[in-house]
């Protein structure tokens, strides 16, 4: 079968390799879709720790091909959806609950191999079903919009409370509806691209504001401005050092900021404690996805969720290196790698 493999850092190939084998409690899945993240392209850099050679792709759906003997509640042809991250249960992290600080993570895509694939296997604690009535390319935005859920569960957004979303990228555009959906009458967008800023409004977005026509600070916290005297909410999306050194500028008094977005490995920001301190303005930080997998596989199943329109390209394996190796193009919010496209 086909495999899209990172074999060093900047060393991205598509391979013929073995179809894998499930083991007693293992899913064979036939991959219908799995989606481009930042992360893949930060490990592409290696700007993110990984142990290569191995297949990319953490964010996966396919079909059940076949099953382990120990597996009870899957059978072929099912659809489902994979949690990538696996956690040991035996660190002290796992015994409190903190499953994804787990000192023994491991995840698909990242350290087992993944949905850059023809086939990919996941462990049956890991999968979650999908309905076969679902488009097949809904499946793959699971794992991005589970990641977004943790980070809502820390923004305390209450109905009529004021969010600013920094970052137009596929997390933005899901924390835009999770906001409005958590009950936030006031939901700004930042970002430079006018494409993305025109799609935030039409998903859910109550405004958006464009950086490089002006400081953002200013026109959305200023007395004439989107927010005056900031947003109770403000989630980092972008994962640039631009945007999370603005964060808690963007925050009212006694606000809350939540970092999602991911900066490569070693870069730093330099923030201001004693406005942070004066002010009372919380940072916290949102690492993947413990526990929502299956919230997140309910609300896509639902259709309450808007993704077709996130959805920027699908491609097949043959083009997915040259995908990686570069940045998203402009306007572009979701590439899909679709194996069966040829």
């Not at 939901?187 to 998903?203: D, G, H, K, P, S």
């Amino acid at each position: 079968m086909k495999a899209a493999r990172l074999e060093a850092i900047g060393g991205f190939f598509v391979r013929e390799v073995e179809k894998p084998v499930p083991g007693p409690d293992g899913l064979l899945v036939r991959i219908e879709a799995a989606g481009i993240c930042g992360t893949d392209r930060h490990l592409f850099h290696g700007e993110f720790p990984s142990r290569p050679p191995v297949t990319l792709g953490h964010e996966l759906s396919g079909i059940v091909e076949a099953v382990g003997d120990a597996v009870l509640h899957f059978r072929p042809g099912m659809r489902i959806t994979g949690d990538p991250n696996i956690h040991c249960g035996r660190c002290v992290q796992c015994r409190r609950g903190r499953v994804n600080l787990c000192e023994n993570l491991q995840a698909i895509g990242i350290h087992r191999d993944g949905g850059f694939a023809e086939y990919a296997i996941v462990p049956q604690k890991q999968a979650y079903e999908l309905p076969l009535s679902l488009p097949p390319e809904h499946g793959a935005f699971c794992e991005p919009l589970a990641c977004c859920l943790h980070g809502m569960g820390m923004a305390g957004i209450e109905a009529g409370s004021s969010v600013v979303v920094l970052g137009g990228g596929v997390i933005g555009m899901l924390v835009v509806q999770l906001a409005r959906l958590a009950g936030a009458t006031a939901v700004v967008l930042v970002t430079r691209q006018a494409v993305r800023r025109t799609l935030a409004e039409e998903i859910g977005a109550t405004g958006s504001f464009d950086p490089s026509a002006g400081d953002a600070v200013a026109g959305i916290t200023g007395r004439s401005g989107l927010l005056p005297g900031g947003a109770d909410v403000v989630i980092e999306c972008a994962g640039v050092a631009e945007t999370m050194a603005q964060a808690p500028r963007l925050a009212r008094n006694g606000g809350t900021v939540v970092v999602l977005g991911v900066m490569p490995q070693g870069e730093t920001v330099a923030f201001e404690p004693f406005d942070l301190l004066f002010r009372e303005v919380k940072i916290l930080t949102s690492f993947l996805n413990p526990f929502v997998h299956g919230r997140a596989a309910a609300l896509i199943a639902s259709g309450k969720i808007e993704v077709d329109r996130l959805i920027s390209r699908r491609i097949g394996l043959d083009d997915l290196p040259d995908a990686v190796a570069n940045p998203p193009r402009p306007g572009e919010v979701k590439v899909l790698v679709m194996p069966g496209l040829t």
